[in-house]
């Protein structure tokens, strides 16, 4: 049975634009043109437990709109999306408690206090029982070394040194889902291998689900045996990396990100 159920979701925006030309900025505060942009146009995918699946897609393409409804962020227009037997955006409180969502360019933590206490308010938030709340956050820090993390607040952590502790937040309730968007912006190459491998054994030991999107091309290729590709509200292509490669590979050997560029541009994307 799939954890994970989206059939013919649908999701519409309205922008409001101002007018162009020398005085559009006068005229701009008075009307302003409305446009609908399709963010999702009948996606439908399903996920099994314990899946590493990868969602890519350009700017736009409905990546984050598709992760926000699955977390219950966001209502869609239509469509049914349903995880773990629940309508996220319906059982938001039995939903979240079984998630985890780490936002690469959002953080969970609270930026002037040292790391301890966001995750002790979090322990507090899931009613985590303290021993079990003391063996998992040990196993999380031990596991992404980030035990001398624990007194630092937020505001003075690197990049990388706050990602991993996103991480550890995300997890500290021993969610069965994880959904990871752009985790690894900004990251150096020895933090990417470090939060690449951490993923990989956290899906193998635990047998969390990892959906993950991202624009690094390597990321997918080391964690992901299944990808999904979105484009214009739709999804373009499902199913393995090699098939992927062997479909839109202009020469042997040709590196995953180039795969990924003539993809977009026969897809037109």
């Not at 930026?111 to 303290?130: A, G, N």
Request: glycine letters at 10%; aromatic letters at 6%.
């Amino acid at each position: 049975m799939a954890q994970i159920e989206l059939s013919d979701i649908r999701k519409a925006f309205t922008v409001r634009e101002r007018p162009e030309g020398r005085w559009g900025l006068l005229k701009g505060a008075f009307a302003r043109h409305a446009r609908t942009v399709r963010a999702l146009d009948g996606v439908s995918f399903s996920i099994g437990e314990g899946a590493l699946v990868g969602l890519i897609g350009p700017n736009g393409a409905g990546k984050s709109t598709t992760v926000k409804i699955m977390s219950g962020i966001l209502t869609p227009d239509s469509g049914a999306c349903v995880i773990d037997g629940r309508v996220p955006w319906k059982e938001r409180v039995a939903h979240v408690a079984g998630i985890g969502v780490v936002f690469g360019q959002r953080s969970q933590l609270w930026w002037d206090v040292p790391v301890s206490d966001s995750f002790s308010l979090l322990r507090d938030i899931y009613t985590i029982p303290k021993a079990r709340y003391r063996a998992r956050l040990e196993e999380l820090t031990e596991a992404l070394e980030a035990g001398s993390l624990l007194t630092t607040p937020a505001r003075q952590l690197s990049l990388g040194q706050r990602m991993r502790c996103e991480l550890i937040a995300a997890l500290l309730h021993s969610p069965k889902l994880l959904f990871l968007d752009e985790p690894t912006i900004g990251l150096d190459a020895v933090s990417k291998l470090a939060l690449r491998g951490f993923l990989k054994e956290e899906n193998r030991r635990s047998g969390v689900t990892i959906l993950l999107t991202t624009h690094d091309m390597d990321d997918v290729e080391a964690l992901c045996p299944r990808v999904m590709v979105i484009g214009r509200g739709q999804l373009l292509y499902d199913g393995t990396l090699g098939g992927l490669k062997r479909r839109y590979a202009r020469r042997d050997g040709q590196d995953i990100d180039e795969v990924i560029a003539a993809m977009y541009e026969d897809l037109a994307l």
